[in-house]
């Protein structure tokens, strides 16, 4: 029995969409940006032209998870996989803070004055 995991099959990613996450990642504003000068960031920054972060995407995409602890209620997002045994592995992951929930103010409504 072999122990190599299968693999999803990649999704293909769009040349726009890696140019503006490439772009956010590396703090520049895609809608002002040229492809040339989000190239030259991403390969300051990770030393990675768009067309291999493209191809890296392509392979992370259909890793992406959700999930709740049922231990802990915790909850999680991150890249995970369904292992040899048939159960899903988190292969990396971060829990997923609740926003702090603001009270909710009662609108104090006053009466209309009767005519």
Same mark, same amino acid.
């Given at each position: 029995? $072999?122990?190599? #995991?299968?693999?999803p099959p990649r999704e293909p990613v769009d040349h726009w969409d890696a140019e503006e996450l @490439?772009?956010?990642i590396c703090g520049i504003d895609p809608d002002g940006a040229e492809t040339e000068e989000?190239?030259?960031?991403?390969y300051e920054k990770f030393n990675i032209d768009?067309?291999?972060?493209?191809?890296?995407? $392509?392979?992370? #995409?259909?890793?992406?998870?959700?999930g709740k602890s049922?231990?802990?209620?915790?909850?999680?997002? @991150?890249f995970g996989y369904i292992d040899n045994a048939g159960f899903?592995?988190?292969?990396?992951?971060?829990e997923v803070l609740e926003p702090?929930?603001?009270?909710?103010?009662?609108?104090?409504?006053?009466p209309k004055p009767s005519l």
């Open positions: 029995m $072999s122990s190599e #995991l299968q693999t @490439g772009a956010y989000i190239e030259n960031a991403m768009l067309d291999n972060f493209r191809e890296i995407l $392509s392979h992370l #995409l259909p890793l992406i998870d959700y049922p231990l802990t209620n915790k909850r999680y997002k @991150g899903g592995t988190w292969a990396v992951k971060m702090e929930k603001k009270p909710k103010i009662k609108k104090v409504s006053t």
